[in-house]
């Protein structure tokens, strides 16, 4: 181990760079970037395990952020990484040209701890550094960098719904922090797909041919998916969506799989739970449904077939369109036939607005959703009161009291919110789960063995995976089998009704 770094001077590598440490500077006022990016897809990379404490206590929920240092060039801090509860972040660098010196900082919120400027970083190496606030950077050890196992990312960060993002990014710190797989650590190369399908499928077209990522989680959406799934397929490259609940996203072939329940089974259970004895004994029942949107089409059609077999009538059916905002002419045919509930699958921000102009209009009828509900916004835009009695069906919560969640469940809501300051979403939890079936398929593969197909196959062997959600195995058309949950809002806050096993 390397020892008093700042004092000494070690050579690197033959036409490397000498490590040495500068003096920290006070804290800057430039803000830092939200997101990490984790990985470039460069030619050649380093890794930093840097450590950010304070009085020798270790600080969690940093942001440590890495730029390059070049004469008469602003500092852009494009590398970053959040530190965990040992104070620790990992960063991944990775560009054309590595080697170099570099300035840090570490945010927290918007303010910032303290930055650190000079850091020499070299290509193929992975540092181990030192950052106290208020104190000398350190050099601690650095030592040749094993080669990384690399996964793409696809993702929506402009879709309606919450970002699957730091559910990956959760779940790499967390895999690289164990040791990685077999030894080599994990990098994510992640990719906005701008809520676009073309570029959705550019982009996983580079992640197989330039970053020669052995395996893909993602897209968030079906519409995706399915153009994506048939490149995957063709190039041979195993694949795990987040968000998709449509049935037919696999369809693609035997390399696509869900991290998701389908669209028929949330409908159906939810149909069920509307006419049973033991749910809410509804009789009749009206739907309201976003034209146009395979989504909410599919659900309607669950609810109503199952709804149906349990004894209840779908008395009417209304649509809408994504993106407006009056209901009243829907909401009006619907009171004439006075349903005992109305089923609504949709999305932010329209569910709540419909739920809201009903209660102002005097509708009485139980509000039943999918997924779609599942939105820290949904009480902001239709307020608590509207909402309260609704129910919905989502494979995850993270309510305020996690006591009776499995044990590696109350470990994500807790590392989550640790890292990110909030509780994590139904979205984040399909992230972090198809991260870690994918790594863990990986980690049962052969080192000498780490194929797509290999990986592939584990996929598909999967048994009793246990994380954020809980996966008994894949069916025939690689559909996980899990669960759903009925949940309710009461109180101003959302619980669990009922949990229906698959």
Same mark, same amino acid.
């Given at each position: 181990?390397?020892?008093?770094?700042?004092?000494?001077?070690?050579?690197?590598?033959?036409?490397?760079?000498?490590?040495?440490?500068?003096? $920290?500077?006070?804290?800057?006022?430039?803000?830092?970037?939200?997101?990490?990016?984790? *990985?470039?897809?460069? &030619?050649?990379?380093? $890794?930093?395990?840097?450590?950010?404490?304070?009085?020798?206590?270790?600080?969690?929920?940093?942001?440590?952020?890495?730029?390059?240092?070049?004469?008469? #060039?602003?500092?852009?801090?494009?590398?970053?990484?959040?530190?965990?509860?040992?104070?620790?972040?990992?960063?991944?660098?990775?560009?054309?040209?590595?080697?170099?010196?570099?300035? *840090?900082?570490? @945010?927290?919120?918007?303010?910032?701890?303290?930055?650190?400027?000079?850091?020499?970083?070299?290509?193929?190496?992975?540092?181990?550094?030192?950052?106290?606030?208020?104190?000398?950077?350190?050099?601690?050890?650095?030592?040749?960098?094993?080669?990384?196992?690399?996964?793409?990312?696809?993702?929506?960060?402009?879709?309606?719904?919450?970002?699957?993002?730091?559910?990956?990014?959760?779940?790499?710190?967390?895999?690289?922090?164990?040791?990685?797989?077999?030894? #080599?650590?994990? &990098?994510?190369? @992640?990719?906005?797909?701008? %809520?676009?399908?073309?570029?959705?499928?550019?982009?996983?077209?580079?992640?197989?041919?330039?970053?020669? +990522?052995?395996?893909?989680?993602?897209?968030?959406?079906?519409?995706?998916?399915?153009?994506?799934?048939?490149?995957?397929?063709?190039?041979?490259?195993?694949?795990?969506?987040?968000?998709?609940?449509?049935?037919?996203?696999?369809?693609?072939?035997?390399?696509?799989?869900?991290?998701?329940?389908?669209?028929?089974?949330?409908?159906?259970?939810?149909?069920?739970?509307?006419?049973?004895?033991?749910?809410?004994?509804?009789? !009749?029942?009206?739907?309201?449904?976003?034209?146009?949107?395979?989504?909410?089409?599919?659900?309607?059609?669950?609810?109503?077939?199952?709804?149906?077999?349990?004894?209840?009538?779908?008395?009417?059916?209304?649509?809408?369109?994504?993106?407006?905002?009056?209901?009243?002419?829907?909401?009006?045919?619907?009171? #004439?036939?006075?349903?005992?509930?109305?089923?609504?699958?949709? %999305?932010?921000?329209?569910?709540?607005?419909?739920?809201?102009?009903?209660?102002?209009?005097?509708?009485?009828?139980?509000?039943?959703?999918?997924?779609?509900?599942?939105?820290?916004?949904?009480?902001?835009?239709?307020? &608590?009161?509207?909402?309260?009695?609704?129910?919905?069906?989502?494979?995850?919560?993270?309510?305020?009291?996690?006591?009776?969640?499995?044990?590696?469940?109350?470990?994500? $809501?807790?590392?989550?919110?640790?890292?990110?300051?909030?509780?994590? !979403?139904?979205?984040?939890?399909?992230?972090?789960?198809?991260?870690?079936?994918?790594?863990?398929?990986?980690?049962? +593969?052969?080192?000498?063995?780490?194929?797509?197909?290999?990986?592939?196959?584990?996929?598909? *062997?999967?048994?009793?995976?246990?994380?954020?959600?809980?996966?008994?195995?894949?069916?025939?058309?690689?559909?996980?089998?899990?669960?759903?949950?009925?949940?309710?809002?009461?109180?101003? *806050?959302?619980?669990?009704?009922?949990?229906?096993?698959?």
């Amino acid at each position: 181990m390397l020892k008093n770094i700042c004092s000494a001077i070690v050579l690197a590598l033959a036409g490397g760079l000498m490590w040495s440490c500068e003096r $920290v500077m006070a804290p800057s006022d430039e803000m830092g970037q939200p997101l990490s990016k984790l *990985a470039t897809g460069g &030619q050649s990379e380093a $890794v930093v395990i840097a450590s950010v404490s304070r009085d020798g206590a270790p600080i969690r929920g940093a942001m440590v952020e890495f730029s390059r240092s070049i004469a008469g #060039r602003a500092a852009n801090y494009e590398w970053s990484g959040m530190t965990g509860a040992d104070g620790r972040a990992r960063v991944t660098i990775a560009s054309d040209n590595v080697t170099g010196y570099y300035r *840090a900082r570490a @945010m927290q919120g918007k303010g910032a701890l303290g930055s650190w400027s000079s850091i020499p970083i070299n290509a193929g190496y992975e540092v181990m550094l030192n950052l106290p606030i208020g104190g000398k950077a350190r050099v601690i050890e650095a030592s040749m960098l094993k080669s990384a196992i690399k996964i793409g990312m696809l993702y929506s960060a402009k879709a309606p719904l919450t970002t699957t993002r730091p559910g990956a990014e959760l779940a790499v710190h967390e895999v690289n922090k164990a040791g990685g797989v077999g030894g #080599r650590p994990i &990098q994510l190369i @992640m990719r906005d797909d701008e %809520f676009n399908t073309a570029r959705s499928v550019e982009l996983a077209e580079v992640l197989i041919a330039t970053d020669n +990522v052995l395996a893909i989680v993602g897209p968030d959406w079906a519409i995706h998916a399915f153009e994506v799934g048939k490149i995957v397929q063709s190039k041979g490259i195993p694949m795990v969506t987040t968000y998709p609940t449509n049935p037919a996203t696999p369809s693609a072939g035997d390399f696509v799989f869900m991290a998701a329940f389908t669209d028929e089974f949330q409908g159906n259970a939810m149909g069920a739970f509307a006419a049973a004895s033991n749910g809410l004994r509804a009789t !009749t029942a009206a739907i309201l449904i976003m034209r146009g949107y395979i989504y909410s089409e599919g659900m309607a059609t669950y609810f109503t077939n199952s709804f149906g077999e349990g004894g209840g009538t779908v008395v009417l059916e209304q649509f809408y369109n994504a993106g407006d905002t009056d209901f009243s002419t829907q909401l009006q045919a619907i009171d #004439r036939v006075a349903p005992d509930v109305i089923f609504l699958p949709g %999305f932010i921000p329209e569910i709540p607005l419909v739920v809201k102009q009903a209660k102002d209009m005097g509708i009485t009828a139980t509000f039943l959703g999918g997924d779609g509900f599942e939105h820290p916004d949904l009480f902001d835009i239709g307020g &608590q009161d509207a909402l309260e009695g609704s129910y919905f069906t989502a494979g995850f919560i993270a309510q305020d009291d996690i006591s009776g969640m499995s044990a590696d469940a109350r470990q994500f $809501v807790t590392a989550y919110t640790a890292m990110f300051g909030t509780a994590p !979403t139904w979205a984040a939890s399909l992230e972090y789960d198809a991260v870690r079936i994918v790594t863990q398929a990986m980690a049962r +593969v052969d080192a000498e063995n780490l194929t797509p197909r290999a990986i592939r196959d584990q996929i598909a *062997a999967t048994h009793n995976y246990s994380g954020a959600g809980m996966i008994a195995g894949f069916d025939e058309n690689r559909h996980p089998i899990r669960g759903v949950g009925i949940y309710k809002i009461e109180g101003g *806050a959302i619980a669990l009704h009922q949990w229906i096993d698959p």
